[in-house]
């Protein structure tokens, strides 16, 4: 009777013990599957984050192509060309022939001064109103008695010449600009002088100095249209930036 039930205790407890373990086993089987569900789950999740991601930079990138485009559209533009602040070639060309012609009638009338010769090339001789050696040889012919006239316009034809040059003219500095256009205004001044000083003092006219006056009449018309129209040029600072 004793064993009898001692066998029947030892089956009882074997029994609890493999219902205990089996739910274990189970349960231990499960957590493979749960752990290899996480991952497809987590995938799920990050397909409509993906999506999304990609649907909110669809416009960054259209904004980006329709920039791209404008600024092709923006360089495919001919930009129109700057209006020129330089007198065009015949101007230029002008205004030089001009002061060459007063460079050379100077030149003439210094050697006339210095050489003493009585008769200049195409003036006439006597009392009558055109009488070049009577002015060029007139106390009115040296300034402060000392400097010859025709010297001093001789120098003004040389500095007048340089300036008249087209590589003046293109250089576009402030400088050369105002010097031009105090250089004119400055000869401009001194001509209606001499020509006061022939007609009122000494009462003869010489024809090489009213061509001479003529011509730095012109050359005054053309500087001040010039500085109207194309301005004097650029500052030096302005000029080596550019």
């Known amino acids: 009777m004793a064993s009898s039930k001692a066998r029947s205790r030892n089956t009882s407890a074997r029994q609890a013990r493999s219902a205990g373990s089996r739910p274990a086993a189970r349960t231990s089987a499960q957590k493979p599957q749960a752990q290899a569900q996480k991952p497809a789950a987590a995938k799920a999740q990050g397909q409509p984050q993906a999506a999304k991601t990609q649907e909110s930079g669809a416009p960054g990138a ?37 002061a060459v012609l007063g460079l050379a009638t100077s030149a003439y009338e210094t050697y006339a001064h210095f050489s003493g010769s009585n008769h200049l090339a195409g003036c006439p001789i006597g009392k009558g109103t055109f009488n070049c050696f009577a002015v060029i040889t007139s106390p009115q012919s040296m300034v402060f008695g000392v400097f010859p006239v025709a010297v001093l316009g001789l120098i003004f034809y040389v500095v007048v010449t340089a300036l008249m040059t087209p590589w003046a003219w293109r250089l576009q500095r402030r400088e050369v600009g105002l010097l031009r256009l105090a250089a004119m205004i400055t000869g401009m001044g001194f001509a209606m002088y001499l020509i006061y000083a022939e007609v009122v003092q000494i009462g003869q006219i010489c024809e090489y100095c009213t061509g001479v006056h003529i011509i730095t009449f012109l050359l005054f018309c053309f500087t001040v249209v010039a500085a109207a129209l194309w301005g004097l040029g650029q500052p030096a600072k302005a000029a080596k930036a550019a």
């Open 62 to 98: 259209t904004a980006q192509s329709s920039r791209a485009k404008r600024q092709a559209a923006a360089a495919a533009v001919v930009p129109e060309p700057a209006p020129s602040s330089v007198p065009p070639l015949w101007f230029q060309l002008v205004t030089l022939l001009l």
